[in-house]
């Protein structure tokens, strides 16, 4: 009973370097979404899927990419890290007719020096 | 737009005392309702959520949490907190009318329990 998979779980980087944080559910869910939990900021959605080939920009987009090319798949794309960055990134998963609940992965720790 | 205020950033309370963790929201639209909790080092765990009906709402671990939609709030409340409900807790919404499922968070409450 996986839920919501994601690695690494911890990864430090050094500015301008690229990495893809991955990201995995097997409850057949259409919506998937990346957040960055920052302190004293909660969370902050980067991008959202609706399901597969459908991508759109959440609140704080620049400096990420992502693709849905599956259902099950939703990575994350850093394109050239800054210590801006550096936070606890957070996939999620819900159904797309569940009241918007979301599933949670247990989070990637990304540094950036 | 969408937006969540926790209106306390920490809460400090004695343990077997009852607690109240605020959250008021702001909508243009109907929203769905959530409270979720996450412990040190995890991810967020879903505590209870508000979609329709009665707006008394019970989650795990004793939670229950009250929707009233004119002070567009939702309170969440334990009569007796333990050591181990120390965590972080968030509110969230999100809203009915759009494609979109992502969730608006506020910036969290950090229940510390004392002895």
């Known amino acids: 009973n996986a839920g919501v998979t994601q690695t690494p779980k911890f990864q430090v980087l050094k500015t301008g370097q690229s990495m893809t944080l991955q990201c995995a559910q097997d409850m057949n869910h259409e919506y998937m979404s990346w957040y960055r939990q920052d302190p004293g900021m909660g969370l902050r959605l980067i991008h959202y899927?609706?399901?597969?080939?459908?991508?759109d920009q959440g609140e704080v987009p620049n400096g990420y990419n992502v693709s849905r090319s599956t259902t099950e798949d939703f990575p994350l794309r850093l394109l050239s890290a800054a210590p801006s960055q550096t936070s606890v990134y957070f996939c999620?998963?819900?159904?797309?007719?569940?009241?918007?609940?979301?599933?949670f992965g247990q989070g990637t720790r990304l540094t950036v020096v | 737009a969408q937006s969540v205020t926790q209106l306390d950033s920490q809460v400090p309370v004695f343990e077997e005392a009852p607690v109240e963790l605020r959250c008021n929201y702001s909508?243009?639209?109907?929203?769905?309702l959530f409270w979720y909790v996450q412990y040190p080092n995890q991810g967020l765990q879903l505590l209870l959520k508000?979609?329709?009906?009665?707006?008394l709402v019970k989650g795990i671990n004793g939670f229950e949490a009250e929707f009233n939609k004119s002070q567009t709030s939702f309170h969440l409340r334990k009569p007796s907190v333990h050591i181990s409900d120390t965590a972080e807790y968030f509110c969230a919404v999100s809203s009915f009318d759009t494609g979109r499922r992502a969730l608006t968070f506020g910036s969290g409450t950090r229940l510390q329990v004392q002895p």
């Open positions: 909508s243009s639209v109907s929203v769905y």
């Open positions: 999620a998963s819900s159904r797309a007719d569940g009241g918007g609940e979301a599933f």
């Open positions: 899927s609706v399901g597969a080939g459908i991508t």
């Open positions: 508000y979609l329709s009906g009665s707006t």
